[in-house]
């Protein structure tokens, strides 16, 4: 049947197949709660979530005669996991994919989105990739997924970690073509403060929460060695005045003591690893309030380089810088966010929470599950006005968004519950939605 152009039936038909069904309410009873700050769990309780929000906590039965009814048995009822340091178009493909195929590359992204979201990550924050469209088909519904906070494509220089372009590709014609990697949105190349400032204008035109500058050399890009540092104090700034001005804010990745020390004389809130940074510099976040996002990465990331290669050698050059930055962290007491930074394989990614309950080298298992929940929240609260989730998550309180995990244990006592999702997160909801539910079974 056809309707002419601008017919009200149009209208009718796009609200009739587009509109998503919200969520019913549900009542969690007999829970113990973590509430995403607390080192110990709650007395038994009763949790009503009303639509997407947690309307109600009571010690007391909470009657809600339409509700759907979850008996917790005990169970333990905390936040969904954030992950801070995520590249979600980047998990399952290869180095050569990652810029190839776009249909291809979102589709294996959107499955491991929803393999994400079944490990109970109810967010993550993507600092670098062409993932805007894989956040719209979650956020409408055609995905199962995280929430997820985009940069958008990560802003280089020339050789800048980032720059996955071959020798072949140059000499840059200034003002010329874009190369692939720029095309698709997973990086794009800025040598000027006017050129970075019309590349972050326009991660945030497309709806980027934060903006990603690398500020250093990198471990994955062939071209970077770890120890340059990149970007000019001018061209750092150019990004933070235009994040400003949108209300948000700059992340930079950085490894050495100058690359950081640049990127907090520019203004930038937010430093991405620092493994390789020296006791100056740790005291300098702490003085200027920066926050640190460190990721405690496995030794298979470093060993999935091959043995010989550039990549390999910068990877034996970092790594033992992790324990130490994680020393410095705490001993200055530095905002620390968690994130994983898996990058090109599928294996990894399983365990995310493997990583995370790594942390318990330097945190106990109640800081850690508060890093990766409530802390975790505050640092995504940073975007301000440009926060695609306006509200509360991370903690499971009166009036937060209902992102929450059942636990079959006390995650408080054995953190390595949160590495085997499959068995022990009897339900993970998002949004108050459902996306499993194993206590019937």
């Given at each position: 049947?056809?309707?002419?152009?601008?017919?009200?039936?149009?209208?009718?038909?796009?609200?009739?197949?587009?509109?998503?069904?919200?969520?019913?309410?549900?009542?969690?009873?007999?829970?113990?709660?973590?509430?995403?700050?607390?080192?110990?769990?709650?007395?038994?309780?009763?949790?009503?979530?009303?639509?997407?929000?947690?309307?109600?906590?009571?010690?007391?039965?909470?009657?809600?005669?339409?509700?759907?009814?979850?008996?917790?048995?005990?169970h333990t009822l905390m936040p969904g996991l954030i992950d801070?340091?995520?590249?979600?178009?980047?998990?399952?493909?290869?180095?050569?994919?990652?810029?190839?195929?776009?249909?291809?590359?979102?589709?294996?992204?959107?499955?491991?989105?929803?393999?994400?979201?079944?490990?109970?990550?109810?967010?993550?924050?993507?600092?670098?990739?062409?993932?805007?469209?894989?956040?719209?088909?979650?956020?409408?519904?055609?995905?199962?997924?995280?929430?997820?906070?985009?940069?958008?494509?990560?802003?280089?220089?020339?050789?800048?970690?980032?720059?996955?372009?071959?020798?072949?590709?140059?000499?840059?014609?200034?003002?010329?073509?874009?190369?692939?990697?720029?095309?698709?949105?997973?990086?794009?190349?800025?040598?000027?403060?006017?050129?970075?400032?019309?590349?972050?204008?326009?991660?945030?035109?497309?709806?980027?929460?934060?903006?990603?500058?690398?500020?250093?050399?990198?471990?994955?890009?062939?071209?970077?060695?770890?120890?340059?540092?990149?970007?000019?104090?001018?061209?750092?700034?150019?990004?933070?005045?235009?994040?400003?001005?949108?209300?948000?804010?700059?992340?930079?990745?950085?490894?050495?003591?100058?690359?950081?020390?640049?990127?907090?004389?520019?203004?930038?809130?937010?430093?991405?690893?620092?493994?390789?940074?020296?006791?100056?510099?740790?005291?300098?976040?702490?003085?200027?309030?920066?926050?640190?996002?460190?990721?405690?990465?496995?030794?298979?990331?470093?060993?999935?380089?091959?043995?010989?290669?550039?990549?390999?050698?910068?990877?034996?050059?970092?790594?033992?810088?992790?324990?130490?930055?994680?020393?410095?962290?705490?001993?200055?007491?530095?905002?620390?966010?968690?994130?994983?930074?898996?990058?090109?394989?599928?294996?990894?990614?399983?365990?995310?929470?493997?990583?995370?309950?790594?942390?318990?080298?330097?945190?106990?298992?109640?800081?850690?599950?508060?890093?990766?929940?409530?802390?975790?929240?505050?640092?995504?609260?940073?975007?301000?006005?440009?926060?695609?989730?306006?509200?509360?998550?991370?903690?499971?309180?009166?009036?937060?968004?209902?992102?929450?995990?059942?636990?079959?244990?006390?995650?408080?006592?054995?953190?390595?519950?949160?590495?085997?999702?499959?068995?022990?997160?009897?339900?993970?909801?998002?949004?108050?939605?459902?996306?499993?539910?194993?206590?019937?079974?």
């Amino acid at each position: 049947m056809l309707f002419p152009a601008g017919s009200r039936w149009l209208a009718i038909l796009a609200l009739t197949f587009c509109t998503s069904a919200s969520a019913g309410d549900v009542l969690f009873e007999n829970v113990r709660i973590f509430d995403g700050r607390s080192a110990t769990l709650s007395a038994p309780s009763h949790v009503l979530v009303k639509g997407n929000v947690i309307e109600r906590i009571s010690t007391a039965p909470i009657a809600a005669a339409d509700a759907q009814r979850v008996t917790g048995n005990g169970h333990t009822l905390m936040p969904g996991l954030i992950d801070n340091h995520w590249h979600a178009m980047l998990i399952r493909v290869t180095p050569a994919q990652a810029f190839g195929d776009v249909g291809y590359n979102n589709l294996l992204a959107g499955d491991e989105a929803t393999d994400t979201l079944m490990r109970g990550f109810t967010t993550v924050r993507d600092v670098g990739g062409p993932v805007f469209g894989l956040k719209q088909a979650i956020d409408e519904g055609i995905v199962k997924g995280p929430r997820i906070y985009p940069s958008g494509a990560m802003i280089t220089v020339t050789s800048g970690h980032g720059d996955f372009r071959q020798l072949t590709d140059l000499p840059r014609t200034i003002g010329g073509m874009l190369t692939r990697m720029e095309q698709v949105g997973g990086a794009i190349v800025a040598d000027s403060p006017d050129e970075v400032r019309v590349r972050t204008r326009e991660q945030l035109m497309q709806g980027a929460s934060q903006i990603k500058l690398t500020a250093g050399g990198g471990v994955s890009s062939p071209f970077s060695p770890v120890d340059v540092t990149t970007f000019t104090e001018a061209e750092l700034r150019a990004a933070v005045e235009a994040a400003e001005n949108w209300g948000t804010y700059v992340v930079a990745h950085a490894f050495t003591p100058a690359a950081i020390q640049r990127a907090v004389a520019a203004g930038v809130k937010c430093i991405e690893h620092g493994m390789l940074m020296d006791e100056a510099t740790a005291r300098l976040l702490a003085e200027k309030n920066i926050w640190l996002s460190l990721q405690p990465l496995p030794e298979g990331l470093r060993l999935g380089f091959p043995e010989g290669s550039v990549q390999r050698a910068k990877a034996d050059e970092v790594w033992p810088g992790i324990a130490r930055s994680y020393e410095f962290a705490r001993k200055y007491k530095i905002k620390t966010a968690w994130g994983t930074d898996v990058l090109f394989s599928r294996a990894l990614a399983q365990q995310q929470g493997a990583i995370l309950a790594s942390l318990t080298r330097w945190y106990t298992p109640a800081e850690a599950l508060v890093m990766a929940t409530s802390t975790n929240a505050e640092l995504l609260a940073m975007s301000g006005k440009r926060n695609p989730y306006p509200g509360k998550l991370g903690v499971v309180e009166q009036g937060a968004l209902a992102d929450l995990l059942l636990v079959d244990g006390n995650p408080l006592d054995n953190i390595n519950l949160i590495a085997d999702p499959a068995n022990n997160f009897k339900i993970i909801m998002k949004d108050g939605v459902i996306y499993k539910n194993t206590l019937s079974k």
